[in-house]
Nanobody, 119 residues
Framework: QVQLVEPGGGSVQPGGSLRLSCAAS????????VGWFRQAPGKEREFVAR????????IYGDSKRGRFTISRDNAKNTVYLQMNSLKPEDTAVYYC????????????WGQGTQVTVSS
């Protein structure tokens, strides 16, 4: 069992930056992939980025590449999502999720954290 906690989030003006964190407990993540998703009001959940813990390989959703960076801290068992040049359309609840590398489905989810981009 993997528990994911996402402190942080908050409000920022357009063009600003924010870093989200996802702290994992219960298991070491060496066999896991950790990802970020987001869901805006009235919209479907959207993939943001993911990282394979063991080798650091990353993939990003199309509109996030170049503005968002996913990274991990092995010592803290934590994954980060650095978001730069934020736009109002980035406003959403952001969720951290984890799955075993070989699994098809994301089995573990955090509670979500609100990010609001507004002037």
């Amino acid at each position: 069992q993997v528990q994911l906690v996402e402190p942080g989030g908050g409000s920022v003006q357009p063009g600003g930056s924010l870093r989200l964190s996802c702290a994992a407990s219960g298991r070491t993540l060496s066999s896991y992939t950790v990802g970020w998703f987001r869901q805006a009001p009235g919209k479907e959940r959207e993939f943001v980025a993911r990282i394979i813990w063991s080798n650091g390989n990353t993939i990003y959703g199309d509109s996030k590449r170049g503005r968002f960076t996913i990274s991990r801290d092995n010592a803290k068992n934590t994954v980060y999502l650095q978001m730069n040049s934020l736009k109002p359309e980035d406003t959403a609840v952001y969720y951290c999720a984890a799955r075993r590398v070989e699994a098809a489905n994301w089995a573990y989810w955090g509670q979500g954290t609100q990010v609001t981009v507004s002037s």
